[in-house]
């Protein structure tokens, strides 16, 4: 069983950054791959940012097409927490962002395990 906790989020002007973080429980966070997503109102949740454990010294990160180059996912597995740095954020960055947990090294939308209660995120314009 993992628990998830989610923490940063906020009210922040277009072009300004947050970082969120999500803690996890459990002795083998660092097996698990963790994933970020976002739900804005009247919209589905979609996907985010994930990284893998660190296979061989390596995590593998991937990123939704609209964030990249402006958010990076990491993890601290000493401290069981994944962060989610945004920069230059726009008004449609606007959502709940959830942290989530999934024991496959790469996860469908579908494939996660374990849910965070989500952090509410809002860019003004």
């Known amino acids: 069983q993992v628990q998830l906790v989610e923490s940063g989020g906020g009210l922040v002007q277009a072009g300004g950054s947050l970082r969120l973080s999500c803690a996890a429980s459990g002795r083998t966070f660092s097996s698990y791959t963790m994933g970020w997503f976002r739900q804005a109102p009247g919209k589905e949740r979609e996907f985010v940012a994930r990284?893998?454990?660190?296979?061989?010294?390596?995590?593998?990160?991937d990123y939704r097409d609209p964030v990249k180059g402006r958010f990076t996912i990491s993890r601290d597995n000493a401290k069981n927490t994944v962060y989610l740095q945004m920069n230059s954020l726009k008004p449609e960055d606007t959502a709940v962002y959830y942290c989530?947990?999934?024991?496959?090294?790469?996860?469908?939308?579908?494939?996660?395990?374990?849910w965070g209660q989500g952090t509410q995120v809002t860019v003004s314009s």
């Open positions: 990284i893998s454990w660190n296979t061989w010294s390596r995590s593998r990160t």
């Open positions: 989530a947990a999934s024991s496959a090294a790469v996860p469908s939308t579908d494939g996660y395990d374990y």
